[in-house]
């Protein structure tokens, strides 16, 4: 069921990427076990890359730098990007359909996951929207985006430019924390810089980089001590999942403009 409520679906969203991200207890890639996944994997996702990175660890005994497998799945022509670590694995899309469409493309990797691997415990749910604000050339980004989010303005007179700005606000909901950011100026970047290069895939914005533009990312996540997290299922997994989705899109209604939102992206 499309639950659209206030908030419609854009024709022009200038969503730029969409991440869910689970963590959970460590499990063991077991050979055979990942064989299986790789199998179901590879009916959606054409491109595989496997590695070790290293992990640093603080403990009573100090520092210590573990190896960090890691296994990425892509499907760049669907826009679709699964990275899998021992302890999470995170679902994103550069072409985001509706919620209802998302969340069953991302929880059919969650399935894939728990009847294969089988993690014992999930004790974070994360869901995390970028956009691209880019305003005609003629336009300033206050026709688009909430004036707190923006530089404050005497720095940019006398023809200064403000290379980049951030904003952050943390809200407490039902669900857990919602983490609203803004990255403003001339910086050219179409999703914050974390997410650079973490899945590779092409960009449906074109972001220029001779002019102000701003990025806003909506990260609202649920997350308990490893030790109290809850059994991992695909069920578990809907439910955070789908309580994260409705404050995340009012918040992004929250901070655009009435112009932008009937004008330029619809």
């Not at 869910?20 to 994997?41: Q, T």
């Not at 799945?73 to 670590?85: D, S, T």
């Not at 923006?150 to 700005?165: C, E, K, N, Q, Y």
Request: net charge negative.
């Amino acid at each position: 069921m499309v639950r659209d409520g206030g908030y419609p679906k854009l024709e022009r969203q200038p969503l730029t990427l969409v991440l869910a991200e689970f963590r959970f207890g460590r499990v063991a890639f077991e050979p055979a076990a990942l064989v299986v996944l790789k199998e179901r994997m590879a009916r959606r996702f054409t491109d595989v890359t496997e590695g070790v990175a290293q992990q640093v660890q603080l403990g009573d005994a100090g520092v210590t730098i573990m190896p960090a497998p890691y296994v990425i799945w892509r499907a760049p022509e669907a826009g679709a990007a699964v990275h899998l670590e021992v302890d999470r694995i995170a679902y994103a899309t550069t072409m985001y359909p509706r919620f209802e469409g998302f969340a069953k493309d991302c929880l059919a990797v969650v399935e894939a996951l728990v009847e294969t691997l089988r993690p014992p415990n999930l004790h974070r749910v994360g869901l995390r929207y970028n956009d691209a604000v880019v305003p005609m050339p003629d336009e300033l980004l206050e026709h688009y985006v909430a004036a707190p989010l923006l530089p404050f303005s005497p720095l940019a007179a006398d023809g200064d430019t403000v290379m980049r700005h951030l904003s952050e606000t943390v809200v407490q909901t039902t669900a857990g924390a919602l983490v609203v950011r803004a990255l403003a100026g001339v910086h050219g970047l179409g999703m914050m810089p974390d997410l650079l290069g973490q899945f590779d895939l092409p960009l449906k914005v074109e972001v220029p980089n001779d002019r102000p533009v701003a990025v806003l990312d909506f990260d609202h996540y649920w997350e308990v001590a490893e030790a109290e997290g809850v059994p991992f299922d695909v069920d578990a997994a809907r439910s955070r999942l789908d309580r994260l989705h409705e404050p995340a899109r009012e918040a992004f209604w929250k901070v655009t403009t009435e112009f932008a939102r009937t004008q330029r992206w619809n």
